[in-house]
């Protein structure tokens, strides 16, 4: 009988195993117990010229990756939850997401995109929120700076991140609490030294090269993404192309009186009508900012934004961008911490806003065959990060609705090409 019992058994098990046809990462709050660990599987499995299918709002982005011993090893090593679905499992979810009464899609990842972060080399790797990420999803990636971008090595790569940049040269407009500072002093040199190494006169000038090459790059079909001082400061720059807008404690000698007249908002990616601030003490670059705005407004313990929903099968871009375990998603500070909302063109996409602020958190837009997205904010789980301030342990926040944010983005050029509808 304990024969008859065993053989049963393993028939059945041999079954299951004959008839999986597709592993599932689900991507809820209730069934994954890693969700940043879960992007790197996806990345990893696109890696090896496998296709994923991305199942837009089933499931809070559930991923369908062909089955395999490899991939439920590697889930297992990397502690992702997965489930294993039969033939007729998997054609059952595709049927109901493919319903019209469904808001759901399934869009096809085919290919791993190279990813370039663009960021000094002595930078260490948990200074940025998307590096963090990157490394504890252990999906690879190539840091790049000013002599890649104006040597044209961006074409090498298809996704490009940019975090806490300062593109008008102004040295991150740290003047007032740190020209003192070794690191200040030190960083500023540097600075100074590569741009005459490039063959510019001015830091300020060889940023705003850099922030041309960059917008280029988008233009002719890059995905691009920014976070924190790199949003604001990089539409800065493009505006400000052969306007001196700097200090002379910034590059030696005097602004153009009437810099701001002299804006050109044309050229910019995703704001308009913005006043730069005069004052080289002040830590701000502009009004788009909403960091001083909402210090009064908006107290740590109800500071959230919410996710704005779209409809997958017909506008499945923003949608990818948005996908989470949850609509509301804790605010984080940076020294730009959020777009004024008056200030983001009409053009542009608002994926995630605090409407009682005014403010957009998370916006994205098309520039060209390219694509945009900036996302205000330094950290996702460090709701006030200071220079000097220790790293984030993401370990302790596998299913930081914040980071997948960033994790959407990097997946996204992944994706394959649809015509947007709206």
Known sequence: MNKFL??????????????????????????????LKAYGITYWVLSKQQKVQWLLNYRGGSFLLPDGESIRQECQIRGVSYEILSDAQTQSILSEISSPSQNQDAVILEKAPRIAVYSPKENPPWDDAVTMVLTYAEIPYTTIYDEEVLDDKLVL?????????????????????????????????????????????????????????????????????????????????????????????????????????????????????????????????????????????????????????????????????CQNHTALVKGFMGQTTAFEREEVKPTVLVLGENKINGEARYIHGIKGKGFFTFYGGHDPEDYQHRVGDPKTELELHPNSPGYRLILNNVLFPAAQKKKQKT
């Not at 041999?14 to 990462?25: D, K």
């Not at 600075?191 to 280029?216: D, F, M, Q, T, W």
Request: charged share 25%; net charge negative.
């Open 6 to 35: 065993l053989s049963f058994v393993f028939c059945v098990l041999s079954f299951l195993q004959i008839s999986a046809s597709a592993i599932l990462i689900p991507m809820d709050a209730e069934s994954q117990k890693n969700h």
């Open 157 to 321: 790569y298809d996704w490009l991140h940019l975090h806490h940049e300062d593109f008008t040269g102004q040295y991150g407009k740290f003047y007032e609490a740190y020209r003192a500072a070794p690191w200040y002093i030190e960083g500023k040199k540097k600075a100074e030294e590569l741009a005459a190494k490039l063959g510019y006169n001015k830091v300020s000038e060889e940023k705003k090269a850099v922030a041309e090459k960059i917008r280029n790059y988008v233009i002719g079909g890059g995905f691009m993404f920014a976070m924190c001082s790199a949003t604001d400061s990089f539409d800065i720059a493009l505006a400000a192309e052969g306007v001196d807008i700097c200090e002379p404690m910034f590059d030696g000698d005097p602004s153009d009186p009437d810099y701001q007249s002299k804006l050109d908002f044309s050229k910019t990616f995703a704001f308009t009508n913005f006043t730069l601030e005069r004052n080289p003490l002040q830590y701000e670059f502009s009004s788009i900012d909403m960091t001083d705005k909402r210090r009064r407004e908006v107290p740590k313990e109800s500071d959230y934004f919410s996710l704005m929903d779209f409809s997958a099968k017909w506008d499945p871009v923003p949608t990818m961008l």
